[in-house]
């Protein structure tokens, strides 16, 4: 549908923008900078904390250009003295309640209140503090997030992440007034009530209100301590968002300097979950054809299908809060963190005569949930917690800059074997769609000996930013073995972030769609959008890292999981075959009910 | 099934599934019990289909909507402007006197809370007070005295 | 200008003449257009206080399509000041549903709802049967019109519009941004038309009466009469019905007990006029807007405790999601004890002056927004009252 056009002047320069168009965008055309803090892309506008107000000529009070769309004719001054006035006393207001400790803060250098203080040279603080919950304990139930409220601004927007994008609602605004305030259910601790840690509140909170928790500190201690062997393993989508906290622009790959980092920064083993991914195509894969054959051949009424993937740990809690009756849908694989963390401190250790005791399994995720799924107490297959500590994107780049590497300027530099070798097919792990194209390009090759029918690999459909994708893959001329799939057209779905997470359950529980394998992902975009990852996070930050996914797969010699060597080499030495006895002990788990409310 | 539970379908039933109907749930659950307990509000969120967080949110924005523990009668002594002039910190004394609590608490046999409230709409008639949903305007503290010893009274028949 | 001398009215009230049925009946025999025609020109203004045209009003929703519409009688009257609504619809509750009907007849709207705030559940009992009876008589004249009654929950905010649509729609009450209006999107984000109880009567009364009767009353800028709720130092407080437009002296003179110092016209949101301003104050929307609320003070009362009794209202009614209402409320309410303690100079109040314009300008909502008014007033009339 056509748009009407409507013109404006922003500061006196004439504007034409699409009927609908906001203030705020009309006036980023032009490139006037309006400064922000309840405004979020990936947000509906809330309008509430009144930093982005503009003077519209005509009108009494000041408009918040995020919220008021153009009119024609519309004259709009960004910067006159009222606004310019209006907004320092808005800052100075929200410092008034804001418990401004900015050096031992973790988002000191990343706060958009502070930035907007700097900006407006905010030195005395003309009001009354007004912080209440200066002296209360931060919330530090969950192994993943950290709660202040006393630096809590009440933008929202963690609010607004939970339930638009995720359909959690752990977290609410509530009481009125002075006494309102950003809570959870009764003000239970994080760790209580149904958050499954997915860290997109932290992406979206401008203040150290909501961090991640920290273990910077056990980890340098870990590679201080000589009777310590400290492996590392790093997830796919970090490689492709850590330069922006370094230095780079959005979108640029970065996978050797951040080896030739992580070399520099002591660890004893460089090594890739991206190796563990191609292990888990080759484990849930065959899971796959096996439940269908139950299903098709063995026509077993109680094999679940469809099959969920289960590397997002997000997603694992979400589905134990929200449909536990979907549990046994779940792939029994564990998450390549988790698969990596069992083999480190097994076969790793065993083929390099490290005794696992000493050995400390640090993983860098983009991920916040991560830190609370490798403290689980399923996930201890290797006779200790599999995996020691986990850091985020954002925390890797500051362990970076502590130890004062110029990273922009590093020489790329190769992981560590037996565990660090990696096909195209594990790195687009790191994005939406990436699982199922893997599994597919995998899957199909089994069947059939053909590569999958995209061409140069490219399984497009599954690719892309839309929350639910759909596909049918028709299976022809397969092997003999696997006759029983001739002419079957597998269904599959891919959802990302748990909003639509929830949309694809409910459709299959009600009956609306009917698919043999479905990949969830907890976060907008998959992992290149987790929780852990740099911020800001913007739909066009995301694009850009899914770009660079899809471009690192183009790039490497090898694509297709199963020709990983080193797992092949893993099955001949230490496996055995896929979903064999050792696997089901070290790499495979089951997930119990959680209470929804 | 527990009385709050069964409370909760009947309002639910009533009122209907969607959002628009939480308002009236959340009145009804304290129209009898008083207060949203912990039970109710999981009650209501699983009807609804809304977060547990959100009904308490929204619950919590509002006076009337209790969700810690209240009497069977809560007086909710007006301390807006008019009824500050006229005399409403002597009414709240003799109420603290009577019930030997003070402003926010229950009183041990759980028979009375005593609040204070913005404007209650009876300026003219101040000092003024709501008992449950009863209004007392123009009072004085013996009349105060009197009221509510006429709902002890009924409290123990 | 033109100035009206006191002059009490009785049409609100009278229940004697005012055979609702058969002004329903004589309305609905005209067209929506020539309804909405005839409020346009009585000049017949909103009266919860922001004075909106009511004609206009009705005619922007008219002019919407869409087949689901609503009619909203505001009776969340939460106003410090103000209980006329509730005298309103504890005595002439048929004339508030014959308005709405009659809204709803001129906007093409079939539900009505009454949000009555839940400081007045005590009338919920008896209105409700009023409305079963009312919604039976339209039934039986096959008018398709149905009245509803909906409670609040003790929430100032949720007398602003777009809160109260929120509160109905099972949400927290918390204003929204605007445009668009509730005309476009109200409740249920349908066309809506909301009106204050009063201003509903009136409409009942226009129709019963003509424009002209209506017309005949008030000034050119402040048509009609009004209901007014006078309290505080006054040897007659109660309800009042005032043909608008009168010089607050004479008020004074009606109303005072012979020792006043101040009025506040408009509730806790409106304005302080001192003694030395009566004279130069008209009631009306050329002058001082009310939505009814007369509160007299004597030289007995300190006028730091009435701006603290207001600040702390605010402070605690705020819906809280702004940041210059959440936090501007709390700070002008800290500034003025820090003041009167003397750990803020004087000077200081010149900072929260200067905030207090912020937020009129600043804030999402009227509530915000209309902070300023007793803020000003008092501080700059009252300095030292303030101060010492």
Not at chain 1, 415 to 425: F, K, P
Not at chain 1, 457 to 468: A, D, F, K
Not at chain 2, 90 to 100: A, Q
Not at chain 3, 32 to 50: C, H, N, P, T, V
Request: aromatic fraction near 8%.
């Amino acid at each position: 549908m056509s748009k009407y056009l409507v013109n404006l002047k922003v500061n006196n320069i004439p504007v034409t923008v699409e009927e609908g168009t906001t203030i705020l965008d009309a006036a980023r055309k032009l490139n006037f900078h309006i400064p922000t803090l309840c405004y979020h892309e990936d947000l509906t506008v809330a309008g509430n904390c009144r930093v982005c107000l503009v003077e519209v000529a005509g009108s009494r009070s000041l408009a918040a250009s995020c919220a008021t769309p153009v009119s024609e004719g519309m004259e709009v001054l960004t910067n006159s003295k009222n606004v310019r006035s209006a907004r320092k006393n808005v800052v100075e207001l929200l410092l008034s309640e804001h418990n401004a400790d900015c050096t031992k803060c973790f988002k000191n250098g990343h706060c958009e209140l502070q930035t907007l203080s700097s900006e407006y040279q905010i030195g005395q603080h003309l009001f009354i503090d007004l912080v209440k919950t200066k002296d209360k304990i931060v919330d530090i139930s969950s192994p993943s997030i950290a709660k202040d409220d006393s630096k809590c601004i009440r933008c929202q927007r963690c609010v607004r992440t939970c339930s638009e994008l995720q359909a959690v609602g752990a977290l609410a605004v509530i009481n009125k007034g002075d006494h309102q305030r950003i809570s959870t259910f009764l003000n239970k601790p994080l760790s209580e009530v149904v958050c499954t840690n997915c860290g997109q509140c932290i992406n979206r909170c401008p203040t150290g209100a909501l961090t991640e928790r920290s273990y910077i500190e056990e980890v340098w201690d870990a590679i201080n301590d000589p009777s310590k062997h400290v492996v590392v393993e790093t997830a796919p989508a970090v490689r492709v968002a850590l330069g922006e906290d370094l230095g780079f622009e959005a979108g640029e790959r970065v996978t050797g300097k951040m080896v030739a980092a992580l070399r520099h920064l002591g660890f004893d083993s460089i090594l890739d979950t991206d190796f563990t991914a191609d292990l888990t195509i080759l484990e849930e894969g065959t899971e796959l054809l096996t439940r269908l054959k139950k299903a098709l051949v063995d026509k077993d009424e109680k094999v679940s299908l469809p099959m969920f993937t289960s590397c997002s740990p997000g997603w694992i809690k979400f589905i134990e809060h929200m449909f536990p009756e979907y549990l046994p849908n779940l792939s029994t694989c564990k998450s390549p963190q988790q698969m990596f963390g069992a083999l480190a401190k097994t076969y790793y250790a065993q083929k390099k005569n490290i005794n696992p005791k000493n050995m400390v399994c640090v993983s860098i995720m983009p991920c916040t949930a991560k830190k609370f799924e490798a403290g689980r107490p399923e996930l201890r297959d290797s006779g200790y917690q599999d995996v020691d500590y986990v850091l985020t994107t954002r925390e890797l780049a500051m362990m970076i800059k502590q130890a004062g590497i110029d990273f922009m300027k590093l020489e790329d530099m190769e992981y560590d074997s037996i565990m660090g070798e990696s096909t195209g097919a594990a790195v687009i792990f790191g994005a939406s769609g990436g699982v199922m194209e893997a599994a597919l390009r995998t899957a199909y090759e089994i069947i059939s000996g053909r590569d999958v029918p995209f061409t140069n690999l490219n399984i497009v459909p599954v690719r892309g930013m839309e929350g639910v994708k759909e596909a049918k893959v028709m299976l022809k001329d397969v092997k003999p073995e696997w006759g029983f799939l001739e002419g079957v057209e597998v269904s599959i779905a891919i959802a990302h972030g748990l909003a639509n997470a929830k949309k694809v359950v409910e459709s299959i529980k009600n009956g609306t769609a009917n698919y043999h394998f479905v990949e969830i992902m907890g976060c907008p975009g998959g992992c290149i959008g987790g929780g852990g990852q740099p911020i800001p996070t913007s739909p066009e930050i995301r694009q850009k890292r899914a770009d660079a996914i899809y471009a690192e797969d183009e790039g490497l010699p090898l694509r297709k999981s199963h020709e990983n060597p080193e797992v092949q080499y893993l099955y001949k030495e230490f496996l055995g075959e896929p979903l064999g006895h050792r696997s089901h002990d070290l790499l495979h788990t089951h997930y119990k009910p959680r209470k929804r409310y | 099934m527990s009385s709050t539970e069964t409370l909760v379908k009947d309002l639910v039933s009533k009122y209907g599934k969607s959002r628009n109907s939480l308002m009236p749930v959340l009145q009804g659950i304290v129209q009898e019990e008083r207060y949203l307990s912990e039970e109710a509000m999981i009650f209501i969120a699983k009807e609804l289909d809304l977060s547990a967080a959100d009904v308490y949110g929204t619950a919590s924005f509002y006076t009337f909507l209790d969700t810690v523990p209240r009497g069977k009668n809560i007086i909710r002594v007006c301390k807006t402007i008019s009824c500050h002039m006229t005399g409403k910190d002597l009414i709240i004394e003799t109420l603290e006197d009577i019930l030997k609590v003070k402003v926010g608490q229950t009183t041990h046999d759980k028979n009375f809370t005593l609040l204070t409230a913005n404007c209650l709409g009876w300026c003219h008639k101040g000092p003024v007070m709501l008992i449950n949903d009863e209004v007392y305007p123009e009072l004085t503290p013996s009349r105060t005295t009197e009221i509510v010893e006429e709902y002890m009274k009924n409290a123990t028949h | 200008m033109e100035t009206k001398v006191i002059k009490k009215v009785d049409t609100i009230f009278d229940v004697v003449e005012c055979n609702y049925i058969q002004v329903l009946e004589k309305t609905l025999a005209k067209t929506a257009d020539e309804i909405i025609l005839d409020i346009i020109d009585s000049g017949l203004k909103g009266r919860g206080g922001a004075g909106f045209p009511t004609g206009l009003k009705w005619k922007f929703t008219k002019n919407e399509e869409n087949a689901v519409k609503y009619v909203i009688c505001n009776a969340d009257e939460g106003e410090p000041g103000t209980f006329k609504d509730r005298e309103i619809l504890d005595r002439v509750p048929e004339k508030v549903f014959t308005g709405m009907a009659i809204c709803g007849y001129a906007i093409g709207a079939k539900e009505g709802y009454i949000y009555l705030r839940g400081e007045y559940n005590f009338l919920k009992q008896d209105l409700q049967m009023k409305i079963d009876l009312f919604n039976s008589q339209l039934a039986d004249r096959d008018f398709d019109f149905k009245v509803f009654l909906r409670s609040g929950s003790g929430a100032y905010i949720c007398g602003e519009e777009s809160a109260l649509f929120d509160s109905m729609e099972g949400l927290r009450g918390e204003p929204r941004n605007k445009p668009p209006y509730p005309t476009v999107a109200g409740y249920n984000l349908k066309p809506t038309a909301i009106n204050n109880v009063e201003t509903l009567v009136y409409v009942t009364m226009i129709c019963r009466m003509g424009p002209e009767s209506f017309k005949a009353l008030g000034t050119k800028d402040s048509r009609g009469s009004k209901v007014f709720s006078v309290s505080g130092d006054t040897p007659t407080p109660g309800i009042y019905e005032l043909e608008l437009g009168m010089p607050l002296n004479q008020f004074v003179d009606e109303f005072g007990d012979g020792d006043t110092k101040a009025v506040q016209v408009g509730g806790a949101s409106g304005h302080c006029v001192p003694r030395k301003k009566y004279n130069d104050t008209i009631i009306g929307f050329e002058g001082i807007p009310t939505g009814g609320s007369m509160m007299i003070f004597n030289s007995t009362r300190s006028m730091y405790n009435v701006l603290h009794d207001y600040l702390e209202f605010f402070t605690e009614e705020s819906c809280g999601q702004c940041t210059p209402c959440r936090v501007g409320c709390q700070q002008l309410l800290k500034g003025i004890e820090a003041v009167k303690k003397g750990d803020k100079k004087p000077s200081y109040l010149e900072d929260l002056k200067k905030l207090a314009a912020t937020m009129k300008i600043a804030s999402k909502c009227g509530l915000g927004q209309s902070v300023s008014n007793p803020f000003n007033s008092i501080v700059d009339n009252f300095r030292e009252e303030i101060i010492y």
